[in-house]
């Protein structure tokens, strides 16, 4: 097996009647499937609303299951640092060194019983790699995930980096064709659920439309309640390696 690459870009939006429409941010970022059957992943992400949030993500996963291997998160908030953090995935624990302006450094360590599912970095491209998680042999339905990890639980992951321990549901909605910016494509349908109680913020129910085959990339999502966020797939090129 060749490397593969995929690059492209989502534009993020928001769909609140005074600001219909209006691009609030963007991201781009490159998915290398490595022969050894691991995926990197390396977003860059903007958030113009104040206090604007820059992130950049570099993650390792396993291809067929999107189960965390190791990860690194910068983040500036309001145009200064807010911190930096590494996180390694190991049997029956996940560790990691960070330091943040407020906290200063930081490590930790956290057992767990069974193999974290996921590492949520923030990337919005990511929302759509966690899909991968739902099996879909049990055709439309839900599941619950006890043991996912954020490096934030802010909304827009402006904290830390830290470990965040959380569980939520991913409903299967079924399959449609989607149109976005960079083209129509066939799509599965996933909603996340189940977060109330999870996070200090409630979060409004999300919707992630991703393609329909074993990349899993995102097309679009969005954000119900007072959040009311879109996102967009804009851009899309598939490199073959060698």
Not at 159 to 164: D, I, K, Q, R, V
Not at 205 to 234: I, R, S
């Amino acid at each position: 097996m060749a490397y593969r690459t995929i690059r492209g870009s989502v534009r993020y939006t928001s769909k609140k009647p005074e600001r219909l429409d209006q691009e609030r941010g963007r991201e781009f970022f490159t998915l290398t499937q490595q022969p050894d059957g691991t995926d990197i992943l390396h977003a860059h992400c903007e958030i113009d609303d104040e206090p604007m949030v820059v992130r950049d993500v570099v993650a390792a996963m396993d291809h067929q299951t999107s189960a965390p291997r190791d990860c690194h998160v910068r983040l500036s908030v309001g145009h200064r640092f807010e911190g930096s953090g590494w996180f390694r995935f190991a049997p029956g624990y996940v560790e990691c060194e960070t330091f943040n302006h407020r906290d200063g450094r930081i490590t930790q360590r956290i057992d767990t019983a069974n193999p974290v599912s996921w590492m949520q970095c923030h990337p919005i491209v990511g929302d759509a790699l966690l899909m991968k998680l739902y099996d879909l042999n049990k055709g439309p339905g839900k599941t619950f995930f006890d043991n996912i990890m954020l490096s934030s639980p802010d909304h827009r992951g402006a904290t830390g980096p830290m470990l965040f321990q959380l569980g939520f549901g991913i409903q299967y909605v079924g399959e449609e064709t989607v149109t976005v910016e960079a083209g129509t494509f066939e799509a599965r349908h996933f909603q996340v659920v189940d977060t109330a109680g999870q996070l200090p913020e409630e979060h409004p129910p999300y919707n992630v439309w991703c393609t329909a085959d074993d990349d899993y990339l995102l097309l679009k999502a969005g954000a119900e309640g007072y959040m009311q966020t879109h996102y967009e797939l804009t851009t899309l090129e598939i490199l073959a390696g060698e």
